[in-house]
């Protein structure tokens, strides 16, 4: 039987404690809300993960317009340059609420605030906690908070499984609970569900988290936008384990290089070689990887016995997997880490659909464009937690009466298309392995089995990479590795991706999806 939570009714639902929705839920208080999450408050979140921290132009050489510059050159032409200056503004905004919500961030001998240095920033502008610990100190300070705080109600194993609508506005949230099926009243829900990393056999991100916001606002009618960007951490730790660790851009940075089975250092025929952009190492090495290769990373000459001291975690990783890297090879290679793409959304945090905002990792925004810069992403899920409280705090509750009860859906299984999305949507693509994901999936997708939902997320994915006839940023297809002059972002609604792979064809596609001239050489920042 379902559980109607009548005592609830009428306050706005968040899904998801990692950083957005934990600070959609401190920014709304004393406005009552409930958070409604898979597991224990801030556990199976990438937000926990974190390790470089928060970018934030606050040194006394550095400015938004800076930062800016840097997110613009890095998202390859397809960011929003509105939406990112509007958000890079708010960065001090973001980092001071933390602050107040209890994050002791790292600071100098001055007592001033710790600036790091990441790959493709002009400016040491990282602000972290607890050294390469960022993400876990955030989050344990935001959960003390919320504790604290009796406006927030805390739903722990509570899986939000379907948006209840009424007509087109929202109306309720279905959720699988440990006692069986409950509905939440609601005519506000924010979608904080993090990455779609759990769709790919080789990702960084908790194994769970494949796209279920997306998936769920797709099923409400909600518009996604440039689903087709997965950002890939080009060096993981190429191993058993699930999901894989990362091995940090700093052993590069340190001089380590990449070598292949044949011991050739391909990257040094590349501008940039071993530091250049994360998208353009993480295409270098699926190459080799995909002519039967192997690649490692050498730090033997470069740190030596000096890597344990230098890179704890990492060597404890490494010897996890029975490598020593002071004498070894460390096998790597590329993982999902990041979605550019999502739920479409304005600068509120609104979705297209009455009563639903998207934030954080979910929602795309337009701030990261084709590719995310690192550090991006920590300040987009606090800003845009915070402005979507705002907004929701700002706007009058829509009735809360009608509920019309669906039964539970079985709980999603990826693994079922994770064959399918780990070798036919990595890095390198082209359309007929685009066409091949794109006839596999429709079926899940269109189905009711357990595949369904992570079936929905990957299909969007294959028909918006297939509709981009380009190489742009982290989308790289060996068919068209070219792109356009003008970079165009696009949103869809679920309606029309199943309209688009029902009728996909081998170049049948007609205008607007055929490119036109002139060219630019593809390369991204
Ligand atoms: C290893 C690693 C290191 C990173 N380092 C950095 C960094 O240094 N700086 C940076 O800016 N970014 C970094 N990133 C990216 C960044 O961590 C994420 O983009 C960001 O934390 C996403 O936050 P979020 O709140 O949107 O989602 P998450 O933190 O992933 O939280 C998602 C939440 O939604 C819950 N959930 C999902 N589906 C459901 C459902 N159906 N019902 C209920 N709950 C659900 C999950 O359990 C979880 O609580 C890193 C990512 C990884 C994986």
């Known amino acids: 039987m379902t559980e109607i939570l009548g005592h609830l009714t009428g306050r706005t639902v ?17 406005e009552r809300c409930v958070i409604v999450t898979r597991a224990a408050l801030g556990a199976e979140t990438s937000s926990v993960w974190a390790q470089g921290g928060i970018a934030a132009g606050m040194g006394a050489d550095d400015s938004a317009a800076l930062h800016l510059a840097d997110t613009l050159s890095a998202g390859d032409g397809l960011c929003d340059p509105i939406i990112a200056a509007g958000i890079i503004a708010e960065a001090p905004a973001a980092i001071a ?23 493709a920033h002009s400016r040491r502008r990282i602000v972290h906690a607890e050294g390469d610990g960022s993400g876990a100190a955030i989050v344990a300070a935001l959960v003390r908070a919320v504790a604290q ?55 960084t991100n908790p194994m769970g988290n494949f796209g ?32 894989l660790a990362l091995v940090s851009e700093a ?36 190459a080799e990887i995909a002519r039967g290769g192997r690649v490692f990373l050498d730090a033997r000459d470069a740190l030596g016995s000096r890597f344990a ?56 925004t337009g701030l990261h464009g084709a590719n995310r810069l690192a550090s991006n992403s920590l300040l987009e899920a606090a800003v845009m ?19 019309i009860a669906e039964r539970l859906p079985a709980p999603a299984d990826a693994s079922l298309v994770r064959p399918i999305v780990s070798r036919h949507l990595g890095v390198l693509r082209n359309a007929d392995a685009l066409e091949t994901a794109i006839a596999a999936l429709l079926p899940v997708a269109e189905g009711d089995g357990p595949a369904a939902d992570p079936g929905i997320v990957a299909l969007s994915i294959a028909v918006f990479a297939s ?59």
């Open 14 to 30: 968040i899904v998801g404690s990692g950083l957005a929705g934990l600070m959609t839920a401190l920014t709304l208080a004393p």
């Open 97 to 119: 609420a933390l602050q107040r919500a209890g994050v002791h961030f790292d600071r100098n001998a001055a007592g001033e605030l710790s600036l790091g240095l990441e790959a």
């Open 149 to 203: 705080t009796p406006a927030i109600s805390v739903l722990e194993g509570f899986e939000a499984r379907r948006i209840l609508m009424d007509g087109e506005r929202v109306a309720g949230l279905l959720c699988a609970t440990p006692n069986g099926a409950a509905i939440l009243p609601t005519s506000r829900v924010v979608l904080a569900t993090g990455g779609i990393g759990g769709l790919y056999d080789a990702t």
């Open 212 to 243: 279920q916001g997306i998936a769920l606002a797709a099923r409400a009618g909600a518009a996604l936008a440039d689903m087709e960007f997965v950002q890939f951490h080009p060096t993981a730790l190429d191993s058993r384990r699930r999901p």
């Open 251 to 286: 052993v590069r940075g340190e001089g380590a290089l990449l070598v292949n089975e044949r011991g050739d250092r391909f990257m040094a025929r590349i501008p940039g070689a071993e530091l250049a952009p994360r998208d353009v190492v993480a295409r270098a090495i699926s």
């Open 309 to 364: 001291a230098r890179f704890p975690v990492i060597s404890a990783l490494c010897g996890e997997a029975g490598i020593d890297p002071a004498k070894d090879l460390i096998p790597v290679r590329p993982a999902v880490h990041y979605h550019m793409g999502g739920v479409a959304t304005d600068a509120n945090g609104r979705s297209s659909v009455p009563g639903l905002w998207a934030a954080g990792e979910a929602a795309s």
């Open 385 to 403: 937690g915070m402005r979507t409280a705002r907004d929701i705090s700002a706007m009058p509750a829509g009735p809360d009466d009608a509920i």
């Open 467 to 525: 509709l981009r006839m380009e190489s742009l940023g982290a989308h790289a297809r060996t068919d068209f590795p070219l792109k356009l002059a003008q970079a165009n972002r696009r949103q869809m609604r679920l309606s029309q991706v199943l309209e688009i792979a029902g009728a996909t064809q081998p170049y049948a596609l007609a205008p607007p999806y055929v490119l036109a001239p002139p060219y630019a050489l593809a390369r991204s920042a």
